[in-house]
């Protein structure tokens, strides 16, 4: 009876592979048996993960003694005029009263975009502690109400603002 088989090996796609994952495993047990011989003969350090600690703090007392008070000025008008609350009561006393440490954080300490120029001069939006008169509350408050739409309690309507001012500014920005 002839057939079209023979004994001789046949090499395709998946011999390479068998090959190298042979390989791979082999490597992976020595590997590790090989470190583990290592520490016991006393040739190599074991791994343990570094402790580091710099002593920075909360990070109430991280962040520079300005930038708090610009924060606690933003909240506390959020709070009384806009009718929002971004920051808990803990934390709020925690921004008012910590006393910053030597090491402070540098550059931004959270994105904010309030903070961001292109933002403030896209918007015609002026934060709190730059407001000097009328009309720049009566344009940054709804940018404010905005931004900050999902903090806003149940009980007030962000859409109640002074639609002349911002048109007026608009026309007087083109």
């Not at 395709?12 to 011989?37: N, Q, T």
């Not at 709020?92 to 975009?113: A, F, V």
């Amino acid at each position: 009876m002839v057939t079209d088989h023979d004994a001789a090996p046949q090499s395709g796609p998946e011999l390479p592979l068998f090959i190298f994952s042979i390989f791979f495993f082999v490597w992976i047990f020595l590997a590790r048996w090989g470190k583990m011989c290592m520490v016991k003969c006393r040739l190599m350090s074991p791994w343990e993960e570094p402790e580091v600690n710099e002593k920075l703090g909360t990070y109430f007392e991280c962040v520079p003694a300005f930038a708090r008070k610009c924060q606690l000025a933003q909240e506390l008008y959020s709070r009384n005029k806009l009718n929002i609350k971004t920051i808990e009561d803990g934390n709020l006393d925690n921004l008012r009263t910590e006393i910053g440490k030597k090491k402070i954080i540098t550059g931004p300490s959270t994105y904010n975009m309030q903070d961001d120029q292109r933002y403030l001069a896209s918007f015609s939006y002026v934060p709190v502690e730059l407001r000097d008169l009328p009309e720049e509350e009566d344009i940054s408050d709804p940018i404010t109400q905005m931004l900050f739409m999902g903090f806003l309690r149940k009980d007030t309507n962000p859409f109640k603002t002074n639609m002349k001012a911002l048109m007026g500014a608009s026309r007087q920005k083109n």
